[in-house]
């Protein structure tokens, strides 16, 4: 089945931080891939910014690099390549200085859509919005576009809110958390709102426990100073694991619309309630496999920074009451995969004696590697012998089930991308949701820094410390198997 492509409407996309390495690695191939699929009219173009003294063909001579190394080699189509490389241009500036912007007002177009990508340190955020509009290169349709981190707390991001607030209304903020952009997330939302299946169950009296893993095999490697002042809980709680954990938590929306669906998002962060202490697992991993330790890589031979996280967070109202939620991520871990496990109940009477080993109905969904969803089944072991059960998996791999090559389902950014050009801000974090994230992450960290707590070693490539196995066996349940 060859999937649908419309085309959006013709558009002027700046990227700031154009020469940066997530416009290379995501951005510039992501905008290729969607061009080449016809989707990006060819009325449109891409305008890099950012401080390098490049012309235009050095910057296209960055560009076509970028979708050689990051675009799959069978993928790239020279034809195709050189018609994209003619939709480029730069401009040369610094965002804190007034050069350049003259030039760039000069080459916005009227009558497309206006977007401006900030790829760059959020400090320049406000640099950035502030000439956007003294330049008049920004008006009231156009869009923005941030990157995370937003704020590492409750004050920074409200500050950065204000900043942004200042020169555009929320609607035509977008900002970006790339697991909203992932084809198995939505489809989270489709297998819930768009069966009858499973939303009856999907509540605390069928549901025993939700498990949600991101696990990574790399380390911080050359981002110790960085990941320093963040941590795990900072780096990947507050916003992607709290953004998956909204879309299973959530009320149906009334309708799919942006707001509907970030205001249903919104009321589960405000009923997560704080969590105890020992509910909380930190770890630090160890050096091994040939790689040195997390402190050796942060420049700080006491830093007390999370590179892994587990949680057992509860929501708080009617729908979840006595539902666990647990959560970890963690790098240098066995395999990097990426999962929410749903674990149903067992039924409440069985009718087979001598039947052995039961197990729950799971309902997996996969986020990485190879998207799709399991759900986990009680059948009859095939032959004589009497009722013996075994569970098997009803497997739903979406690039096999709708028989699409994997490669052409669009990355996260380029749905996210063209979601913007579109006007479309399902996919994107409100600001109200963002600072209510904070609100519930910063009293968990200000109450380990309070208490002093070191996290615990972990060998490198193992499944997590050993704290995070006993925060579930205290509970009589398990971590499922981190696979790759
Ligand atoms: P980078 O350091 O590789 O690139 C920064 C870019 O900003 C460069 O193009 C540089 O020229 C430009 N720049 C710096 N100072 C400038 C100034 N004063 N005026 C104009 N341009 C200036 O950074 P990156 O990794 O591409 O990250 C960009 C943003 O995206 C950051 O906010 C980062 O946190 C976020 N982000 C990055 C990744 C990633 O994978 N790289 C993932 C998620 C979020």
Not at 83 to 100: H, W
Not at 460 to 475: I, K, Q, V, W
Request: aromatic share 8%.
């Amino acid at each position: 089945m060859v999937s649908r492509v419309i085309p959006v409407d013709a558009f002027d996309l700046v990227i700031f931080g154009g020469t940066g390495d997530l416009a290379k690695r995501k951005i510039l191939p992501g905008l290729y891939r969607r061009f080449q699929a016809g989707q990006m009219t060819e009325n449109s173009r891409i305008i890099g910014a950012a401080r390098a003294d490049l012309n235009e063909d050095s910057f296209r001579a960055l560009v076509a690099e970028a979708i050689e190394e990051f675009v799959p080699k069978d993928r790239q189509d020279s034809k195709i390549v050189a018609q994209f490389l003619e939709k480029i241009g730069y401009v040369s500036i610094d965002a804190t200085g007034e050069g350049g912007w003259g030039k760039l007002k000069d080459l916005m177009r009227d009558g497309v859509v206006r977007a401006f990508y900030f790829s760059v340190a959020p400090s320049l955020f406000g640099d950035i919005a502030e000439r956007l509009h003294l330049h008049e290169i920004a008006d009231a349709q156009s869009r923005i576009v941030v990157e995370k981190p937003f704020g590492r707390d409750l004050a920074s991001a409200k500050a950065l809110n204000a900043v942004l607030a200042a020169h555009f209304t929320e609607a035509q903020i977008y900002r970006i958390d790339h697991y909203l952009g992932k084809e198995t997330v939505q489809n989270l939302m489709a297998v819930r709102f768009a069966n009858i299946l499973f939303e009856p169950l999907w509540k605390a009296e069928y549901v025993d426990h939700v498990q949600i893993t991101v696990a990574e095999t790399v380390g911080v490697d050359g981002r110790g100073a960085y990941y320093d002042k963040s941590g795990a809980m900072r780096d990947m709680v507050q916003n992607h694991m709290m953004q998956l954990l909204c879309l299973i938590a959530m009320e149906p929306p009334y309708h799919f619309d942006p707001d509907a669906v970030r205001d249903e998002k919104l009321k589960v962060i405000r009923a997560l309630d704080p969590v105890k202490p020992e509910h909380i697992v930190r770890g630090q991993y160890l050096a091994g496999g040939g790689e040195g330790s997390y402190v050796e890589h942060s420049e700080d031979p006491s830093s007390k920074t999370e590179s892994y996280i587990a949680l057992k967070v509860n929501v708080s109202n009617w729908r979840w009451q006595g539902t666990p939620f647990y959560l970890r991520t963690g790098k240098r871990l066995r395999a990097r995969a990426s999962e929410i496990a749903i674990t149903f109940k067992q039924p409440p009477h069985s009718i087979f004696d001598d039947a052995k080993g039961w197990l729950e109905n799971v309902l997996v969904i996969r986020l990485q590697p190879n998207e799709g969803m399991n759900l986990m089944v009680m059948i009859k072991e095939p032959g004589p012998g009497g009722m013996r059960l075994m569970q098997v998996p009803l497997d739903m791999a979406f690039a096999d089930a709708l028989g699409v090559d994997a490669e052409d389902v669009p990355d996260a950014y380029e749905r996210l991308i063209m979601d913007v050009i579109r006007g479309n801000q399902t996919l994107f974090m409100r600001g109200d949701e963002v600072e209510a994230a904070w609100a519930w992450t910063d009293p968990l960290i200000e109450g380990w820094e309070a208490r002093g707590d070191k996290p615990q070693g972990y060998d490198a490539g193992s499944s997590g410390p050993e704290d995070a196995l006993m925060l579930m066996h205290r509970d009589g349940r398990r971590w499922r198997e981190i696979k790759g």
